[in-house]
């Protein structure tokens, strides 16, 4: 999903058949210089050969602007208005942008740490009607984070309550006792 995110680009020579990318064009070629924005899989593959068709811009959310908003305090920051793939989506953004992949990385790589603390911590100490409050603003792998911190810690509470039923041996184990009973 995070490879259908939209990549501003310009295009650096004619393409020819691909005039159907710009919407707003009638010609059947793409001109040199064109402007557009298209998702991060059509982007990859154009660039993909020798020599790149396309200028990727980095898109506004991973600006220098935006980076320096989350360094400041990634907490209060709504991850899923950024877009739903936040970390996905950046880490891919590393391959495209020579000049900022790296200043991208290490953001991404911050925001992430910096955000996986309270996202834990929630998990562990909210209870269910708090679930939606606390992940609206996080994207989907803080999400899955968060509900797999959730369901460890009903596990949890339960092992520790004895509510999780006894152990018992397994069918193979069984299994081979009983195989080698019968050869004694």
Not at 133 to 145: A, F, G, I, P, V
């Amino acid at each position: 999903m995070a490879s259908e995110e939209r990549i501003p680009v310009e295009v650096k020579e004619d393409l020819p058949d691909l005039g159907f990318l710009d919407p707003g064009a009638d010609l059947k070629e793409l001109k040199r210089g064109t402007k557009l924005d298209l998702p991060q899989w059509m982007v990859e593959g154009l660039n993909s050969g020798r020599s790149p068709y396309l200028d990727v811009e980095v898109p506004k959310t991973y600006r220098e602007v935006y980076r320096e908003i989350m360094s400041a305090d990634p907490l209060v920051v709504d991850l899923h208005k950024q877009g739903p793939y936040y970390y996905e989506f950046g880490r891919q953004l590393i391959k495209q942008s020579q000049s900022e992949g790296e200043a991208i990385g290490r953001s991404i790589t911050n925001t992430f740490k910096t955000r996986f603390k309270k996202i834990l911590d929630s998990s562990q100490n909210s209870c269910d009607t708090e679930s939606l409050k606390e992940t609206q603003k996080m994207d989907m792998l803080e999400r899955l984070l968060y509900k797999q911190g959730q369901h460890c810690k009903a596990g949890m509470d339960a092992w520790l309550t004895r509510k999780t039923g006894s152990i018992q041996a397994s069918q193979m184990v069984a299994q081979q006792r009983k195989r080698k009973a019968a050869f004694d």
